[in-house]
């Protein structure tokens, strides 16, 4: 299994412009989740969703972000403007509801973006 | 907010046992602890969770006091591998809840 594939491993960008980040999940998962990482704030959850379906978004901090599920093995998170204060880590995770189950996420390796 | 409080940083000789201790007095009845891990750059990586009993596996265990109030995840012996940031959780038992993680402890191993 290939795991969680994140896109592009890293960004670098100017103020002001859109920037897109791209989650594929393990196959079989339906439920997916978008963290952001910087040392001051540590490790927040953005919005999650199951089957496809956003679930919580209250995490997204502004109007700026926004995050779309249109398929089970396909997410975007699109920053539009993007600020410097967006420079992060930004990770997806995935897992999979199953009768029993239990809450393990399995994480991508991030996104590093920087905000110029 | 996280309902955890763990110690910012430890450190461990390598071969010897980590002890990670967590607090978190408010959990609910139907509320597990988790611990992941992140080690340097990647994501963060599940180990193991419990609800009241103590829970093994093979990286692993974990000490759920009787009131439930607090936890101590043991690594046996740990290794130089082993340095991560440490988190542990209270969440739901079950895929598609959010995990909030706190600041977590920074577990330093070393020769």
């Known amino acids: 299994d290939a795991g969680v594939i994140q896109s592009p491993r890293h960004e670098v960008t100017e103020m002001g412009q859109e920037v897109t980040l791209r989650c594929k999940p393990i196959s079989g998962h339906n439920s997916l989740f978008w963290y952001r990482q910087t040392m001051m704030r540590g490790l927040e959850l953005l919005i999650y969703f199951n089957n496809n379906v956003p679930i919580d978004d209250s995490g997204m901090p502004e109007d700026r972000f926004s995050a779309k599920m249109p398929n089970a093995s396909f997410s975007t998170l699109k920053i539009q403007p993007s600020e410097p204060r967006d420079s992060a880590v930004y990770f997806c995770?995935?897992?999979?509801?199953?009768?029993?189950?239990?809450?393990?996420?399995?994480f991508g390796p991030g996104t590093r973006l920087t905000v110029l | 907010d996280a309902k955890t409080t763990q110690p910012t940083s430890m450190d461990c000789a390598e071969g010897r046992a980590a002890n990670l201790p967590c607090n978190h007095s408010t959990i609910s009845g139907n509320e597990y602890v988790y611990w992941y891990r992140q080690i340097h750059s990647q994501g963060p990586q599940y180990i193991i969770h419990g609800l009241k009993n103590n829970e093994t596996n093979e990286m692993a265990s974990l000490i759920i006091t009787e009131d439930r109030k607090s936890s101590t995840l043991i690594l046996p012996h740990a290794t130089l591998r082993d340095t991560a940031v440490y988190y542990c959780?209270?969440?739901?038992?079950?895929?598609?809840?959010?995990?909030?993680f706190g600041k977590g402890t920074t577990l330093s191993v070393s020769s």
């Open positions: 995770a995935s897992s999979r509801m199953t009768s029993g189950g239990y809450n393990e996420q399995f």
């Open positions: 959780i209270v969440s739901l038992n079950q895929a598609g809840t959010a995990l909030i």
